[in-house]
């Protein structure tokens, strides 16, 4: 067996593409999808049954493997006003996770919890750039 992950490019970095919040069967209540473009843009898609639904503009940088900053562009703030106060940083790796409806299933998390970034869940690969 390798010890190689699906997602070792991303933790290698950065992780361009589209990633949805692995929440097996709650999926159908809530999932946040995050897009990392190649130019340093993306965004975050909040779907709720609760909340809606809600966008919300970002810049990124991929520092080092398994290290990237994000910083959402809520209240219109634009990316030449950003301060290096601003950068939320995300220690993240390549994992397994089980849900109620997978038992073994890759995903992208923070390194010391069951999430990635201040999502609802971690994130597993829905189309790569």
């Not at 290698?12 to 097996?24: A, D, E, H, Q, S």
């Not at 909040?46 to 919300?56: I, W």
């Not at 940083?89 to 996770?97: E, G, R």
Request: charged content about 20%; aromatic content about 10%.
């Amino acid at each position: 067996m390798s010890d190689s992950h699906p997602y070792d490019w991303a933790v290698i970095g950065p992780p361009l593409g589209v990633w949805r919040t692995v929440l097996g069967s709650a999926s159908v209540l809530m999932a946040d999808t995050l897009t990392i473009a190649a130019d340093g843009t993306g965004s975050l898609d909040m779907r709720s049954a609760f909340r809606g639904n809600e966008s919300v503009a970002l810049v990124w940088r991929h520092l080092s493997p398994g290290f990237m900053q994000i910083v959402p562009l809520y209240d219109e703030l634009e990316p030449a006003a950003i301060t290096e106060d601003l950068w939320e940083p995300i220690n993240y790796l390549a994992s397994w996770q089980q849900t109620d409806s997978a038992d073994h299933e890759p995903v992208l998390k923070n390194q010391h919890r069951d999430d990635f970034w201040t999502l609802v869940g971690a994130l597993q690969l829905v189309a790569r750039a």
